[in-house]
């Protein structure tokens, strides 16, 4: 079927073109000024090999992409122009190409037979074309799991994944050939403990390399640097993965509530984050030397996060059935 874009309506559109009012920024821990980074690049490529120079970051007025289901996790796959989107409420997988096209990609086992009460977490693909999820379970017994799709769209379980953790933001290190993953448990008093693991897909083991968290969720690998959100505490953390003792080295604790995050071509990282005192959701992009500046914000939950290198920055929109599309520069 055919999704059409449709311009921002109601209330919508005066919020999100809000993005470029002046906003509270978290302040990094012992890094550049924002002044000293000059802001937002506008020269990121695309990735991959070119013969030409790249691509250039052009505004754009922001608008929003009607799903017909309820959008978490994304992944923007420049070499098919197409937005791959974890489908929260029906455990499947769709792919939406650039002229408009919806299609399902995947549907993931949802062993309770309940829709939306297993869930599906972030997405991201690996080199060899294989796309990973995480279906997050909510803590009941033997419902999490993290899945590999082949290019094909056939799910497979990997083995060794504890079943009882709950699982959001994942990132697939082709580098080291392991998923790094944000996980996390609840006891019955409503106390989370959370910590990074490392999935070997081949091997099938699961490892804790860094705890003393509460709720991870984004995470994402750039080079050897391991970024990890912590929604509750509101923590933007990295981690030196060359070290023998890989530890959080805390980068910003001012930010609101913190999902799901992507690495730019360039190195930076987008992080999402919700104010949920004033129901305002945010993009901030953060450099490898710490700086951190607003890229947009508006009247949206922020869920998943896509950027397709270029100009376009995804966001899943929570209880909306929507994907808002605001521009990098």
Known sequence: MRITDRSIVSSILPLITGAWLTACVPTAEGTASDSETGGVSTGDSTGGATTGPAAQCEPFEPFVIDVQAEPNGLFYHAAQKSLYIADDDNNRILVRTDDGMLSVFAEIPNPSGDPGADGLGDLDFAADGSLYVPRFGFGMPGLGAIFRVTPAGQPEQLMGVDADWRRVGLDYDDARGL?????????????????????DPVAGVETKIVEGMSKPVGIAVVGDTLFVGDQNLRQLS????????????????????????????????LVLSYDTANSVGRVYRVTPQGAITTVAEGAWEPRGIAFDGVSRIFVSARDSQTIVVVPAC
């Open 179 to 199: 998923l790094y993953v944000a996980t996390f448990s609840k006891d019955a008093e409503g106390v989370f403990t959370g910590w990074v693991a490392t999935v």
């Open 238 to 269: 990295r981690v030196d993965l060359t070290a023998a003792k890989p530890a959080l080295e805390l980068v910003s604790d001012e930010f609101e509530s913190l999902d799901l995050m992507e690495a730019t071509p360039d190195g930076d990282l």
